[in-house]
């Protein structure tokens, strides 16, 4: 039986300052559906989710809904009574008043692994915590249609895997916008993308999206390529005697500045599309070896009359070209250790050490350095002019603001808008933008890439890649830290803190490991109890064995894969030729997407194959 479709929209439009941000778009969400939606920051993500609840109105197209639809939205901005408390406002999830505490359980079970104070007010909440507490309300009604808007903002990895394993068990729809590849591969089925003012359906979740975006983005390659024939043709045809066939041949005239017109049109999507964020490699001014060296460093703090531990006798160095991934959870001391570092609080016991010529540049989740009242112009260029200086403070380079903010995909014509006009992702994009600048020797990243979209995260991977200062980055974004740090500073609560070598996945490994009873390949850095450091070791390996004789399963298996290659080479083919017809995807979406999604599969069948053919072949079971 097919699932009940819960939502339409159909050939929807709307505008914003009399210039479409959607033009004739569908989409329609059934039952139990798990989809991400995705696109570039202003794409207009947010609207799509207001047009869904039906908070804003469409300029034309109708919204279909059931009559009974329940809709859960976690939006980016939490509206509250601030002298309400925690759990009153998750109990204001239900959609009922009836027998509220016997519903308490469920307000618990909500807070805890959101690690909510049920009795704290709102308006004692810091911005994550409120975002945390608006996840729970969504979360407590249970509704037929839930939308998350970057649910995983200010959540920590433990909360980002309870929300994961939460959502997979999850029996109504769900519709999700997130920057955490890690978190869209494990909760998504589908995709919709947001693409130049049209939506576009992968029938497959997140993990299949770039391969069929790619494959959407070579076909639209090949219609410009034979749209310019097709011009180019019609030019050939108009040169010579025109004039004397003018009346009978105005028509075919007309059609060849349409079809001028059209290429035009298209090239400029086309080029909108593949435009991503530009910037040259960052240049750090020159740092000492060393940037900063904690001996014995303790720190505690006392919130109504509890004593919290921190750091105890915490031995640290951190030197130049160091990449530091840092996590833990929230409250755990990630951001004490930072302003320790930097030098804006003291400890309570042992010496910190730093560098000379240390020059630091810190990028705040809070936006605390971007005044919305200020343009994004005054922004970039503080003390005035036209120009953004660029580099070492000592030999700065300089670019115009215009061409600074194109570089970071900005429209120059808003570089005198104001700052609080910006969306959430705009306004990371800025604090890039202004960060990146002069990013100094020693670069500290906040929990960087909260609302930013895919092409920016990807820019920002491949900057940091290439930096050759230091660099110290605290997130959340498992994906985002495998990509840019060699070593993780985990703080585990307790004053326990560790570290390790590798991203966020050597990091779990590691501990997955501890957990089973092995040895974790780290070094403890911090504990309660007064104990050496000591660098766990890794388990002594075995001697080798001698390859055991080859069965007759695998024989078997050695003779009958070449010809699945050939089977799957010849498919790949075939594929490949289907996906050359221009106009395939115009007239049979649906055959183009699953040739498409087929293509990969047995593009990466074919891959596998090939491994398994050269491991059976040097011998290897």
Known sequence: MAARVLISLEDVSVKFGGKPLFEDINLHIAEGEKICLVGKNGAGKTTLMRLITGELETDSGKRFALPTLQVGYLAQTINHNPSQTVREFVLGGLNTTENLEEKGYLADMMMDPLELTASATLGTLSGGQLRRAGLARGLMAEPDLLLLDEPTNHLDLSAIQWLEDYLASYRGAVLCVSHDRAFLNAISRKVFWIDRGVIRTCPKGYKEFDAWAEQIIEQEVRELQNLQKKVEAEV?????????????????????????????????????????????????????????????????FTRDGKVTPILHDFHFRVMRGDKIGILGKNGSGKSTFLKMLVDQLEPDTGTIKRGKSIDFTYFDQNRVNLDPKKTLWQTLCPDGGDYVFLGNPENPRTQHVCGYLKNFLFDPKIARDYVGTLSGGQQNRLMLAKALAQPGNVLILDEPTNDLDMDTLDMLQEILFDYTGTLLLVSHDRDFLDRTVSSVLAFEGDAVVESHIGGYSDYLAAKTAELSGGTAKGVKLSGNKEEPVVMAQAPTPAAPRPAPKMTFKLKHELETLPLRMGTLEAEIAALKEKLADATLYGRDPESFDKAALRLNEAEQELEQAEERWLELSAGVG
Do not use: C
Request: glycine share 8%; proline share 3%.
């Open 236 to 300: 050939d045809w108009t040169q010579g005697g025109v004039t004397g066939r003018r009346k009978r041949n105005q028509r075919r005239m007309s059609e060849l500045h349409r079809l001028r017109e059209k290429l035009r049109n298209d090239k400029a999507n086309y080029k909108q599309t593949k435009q991503t964020i530009s910037l040259d490699p960052l240049l750090p001014s020159q740092a000492s070896k060393m940037i900063a060296e904690f001996k014995g460093v303790g720190k505690t």
